[in-house]
């Protein structure tokens, strides 16, 4: 068998009894896509043992350890590719609203881990090496472990230069990486606990939570409601409808007018007395308009079994996009009228001046074949809606590995800051989703159907986790589990991990009141954990919140966990009074 071929054959068995395992549950609660990285960590010991499969060596990485390194790294790409177009619409308005909030607490626990791991190093329990090892596997984040090699690595050249012995130091570049794939799977581990024990302990209910995040998405924007209003005023007897208040300034849309049995579209209608009308808009400009012109009506305005309908059409065709609706006069060409602007699925009250873009919905009403004709001035193809646009795609993960390799030099610490090839697409992502459209002249978009997306996301974490594992398995983990210091280490890495991430989780919840999906998703992001993400947004089927949540904090936590290990190394050095 071919090495690509064994190594597909091992990823998929890993990846089949990761998704079984993830499935099984209890109480609601189970392991979800994390069990993923637990399968791969039995497939990878028994690959090597009976296979031989071998990913690294002391010169370094084989040739199956590359592709495996390869294909783990594109998962991850994918992954948060995913994660950054699902979010980045609506991320910049979070970051205004809650993101100072997230970023503190995230601080905390980043300032707690590195103080917990100092703490050990300088009780004696772990020399630096393993230290930061065990650090960059409790937070699971790969360019920690990066940074960390290559500072130790540096420290060794220093020390050996020297005439010192660097190993006996505690600068071994080969104790970091087995550090980190010890406490790496119970850091995964640490993060899940957190999660299930803040819902255990607060009771928390999970349809609440999301349906209070749905809430604050449109806080600061007025709710729309909708009334039946009698005329009954005889000031608006033989009134044009523009003169009720609001309908001409825009914050009032009058969609139907019933009068005697025939229900119609009103256009520059003038008003009877027991004209029924069927207004949209915001509760105090509904009620104001509602009031001046008569008393609410329960007459039944239904277009059921009528000659006209109301219908959604979505905004497909890309020779609309970045136009006014007002431009396109869709309401005076087509004898229709817009009652409602949907855009993310948030409702507003549609305006002339607001611009167009793809997946913008209209809700109209009118006669079924003027809405068809409006329908294709706005495009509403469903096949557009479903299909997924590849050069977005490509383009962005181009500009994103190039931003995540750009170095961020910092005075004084050996190897230079990147965001990486996690960090720079995930940025881009973010960027692009928001401001793609104006910065392509509307030639490109990348919004994606919610099946595209999800397929996009589960494929690259489930590639990302089980190579992990496997990665771990054929390394010696259980070796080094059992018959090394490994045991040790992965009880300090559970402390590093579950410590900061509980005491920073439960007082975020009560004391700041953040939203539990997005304080799941903010410790995911605390950690740059894409397994931890991953668990949190099976929580509820909609993962908008825990992503939004992981997103907001991923860039600044990206920063300071690849600058933490440095700078612990940095103390240790100074308080150890060593010569280098």
């Not at 054959?9 to 089949?16: E, R, T």
């Not at 001035?377 to 590849?390: D, F, L, P, Q, R």
């Not at 771990?472 to 991430?501: D, K």
Request: proline share 5%; with cysteine; hydrophobic share 50%.
């Amino acid at each position: 068998m071919s090495t690509v071929a064994f190594l597909t054959l091992v990823i998929s068995l890993a990846a089949v009894l990761g998704i079984l395992i993830g499935m099984v549950r209890y109480r609601g609660i189970g392991l979800g896509i994390g069990g993923v990285l637990f399968s791969g960590i039995i497939v990878g010991h028994f690959a090597h043992q009976w296979y031989g499969l071998t990913v690294r060596t002391a010169e370094g990485l084989t040739a199956q350890g590359n592709i495996l390194s390869y294909v783990q790294e594109f998962g991850l790409i994918l992954f948060v590719y995913a994660i950054g177009v699902q979010v980045g619409p609506s991320f910049f308005s979070s970051l205004r609203s809650v993101g100072a909030k997230l970023i503190a607490w995230v601080l905390l626990i980043i300032v707690m881990g590195c103080t917990i791991a100092l703490i050990l190093h300088f009780a004696g329990v772990v020399p630096v090496d393993a230290m930061v090892g065990i650090y960059a596997g409790a937070i699971t984040n790969t360019p920690s472990l990066g940074a960390a090699s290559q500072m130790v690595r540096d420290m060794a050249v220093v020390l050996s230069d020297a005439g010192q012995d660097p190993t006996s130091l505690g600068f071994n570049e080969m104790v970091v990486p087995s550090a980190y794939a010890m406490a790496y799977p119970f850091g995964v581990c640490g993060l899940l606990l957190t999660m299930i024990l803040i819902r255990i302990i607060f009771h928390v209910n999970i349809d609440d939570e999301y349906q209070k995040y749905v809430n604050s998405k449109t806080s600061g924007r007025p709710a729309i409601t909708t009334v039946n209003v009698s005329v009954k005023n005889d000031e608006y007897f033989g009134k044009n409808i523009f003169d009720i208040p609001g309908v001409k300034e825009g914050t009032v849309v009058v969609s139907r007018v019933k009068r005697g049995d025939d229900l119609f579209v009103p256009k520059d209608i003038v008003l009877e007395q027991d004209d029924v009308l069927h207004l949209v808009g915001a509760p105090e400009n509904v009620s104001k308009a509602s009031k001046a012109i008569g008393i609410a009506s329960a007459a039944n305005l239904t277009t059921h079994g009528t000659h006209i309908a109301v219908q959604r059409l979505v905004v497909t065709n890309s020779h609309v996009y970045g136009k006014t609706v007002g431009s396109l006069h869709l309401d005076t060409r087509f004898n229709i009228v817009i009652s409602r602007f949907i855009r993310t699925g948030v409702q507003f009250i549609p305006s002339p001046d607001m611009k167009l873009q793809f997946g913008d919905q209209l809700n109209v009403v009118g006669r079924p074949e003027d809405i068809k004709e409006a329908g294709k001035i706005v495009g509403n193809s469903s096949a557009e809606m479903h299909k997924v646009a590849m050069l977005p795609i490509f383009v962005c993960l181009i500009l994103g590995i190039l931003l995540g390799n750009i170095p961020i030099p910092i005075s004084g610490v050996p190897a230079p800051m990147k965001l990486g090839v996690a960090g720079g697409p995930l940025v881009m992502a973010i960027l692009l989703s928001r401001f793609g459209e104006a910065l392509t002249f509307n030639r490109m978009h990348w919004f994606m159907p919610v099946a595209g997306l999800s397929a996009l996301r589960e494929i690259g974490i489930t590639l990302f986790l089980s190579i992990v594992g496997v990665n771990a398995g054929a390394s010696g983990f259980w070796e080094t589990l059992t018959e090394g210091p490994g045991f040790s280490w992965l009880c300090w890495g559970t402390l590093i991990t579950f410590i900061p991430a509980m005491t920073v989780g439960v007082l975020a919840y009560k004391i700041s009141k953040i939203n539990y999906l997005v304080l799941c998703g903010m410790l995911a992001g605390s950690a740059t954990n894409p397994p931890a993400l991953a668990f949190a947004n099976g929580i509820h089927s909609n993962p908008e919140a825990a992503s939004l949540g992981y997103a907001t904090v991923y860039p600044v936590t990206m920063f300071l966990r690849i600058l933490s290990p440095q700078v612990m190394i940095i103390i240790a050095v100074l308080a150890s009074g060593m010569s280098v």
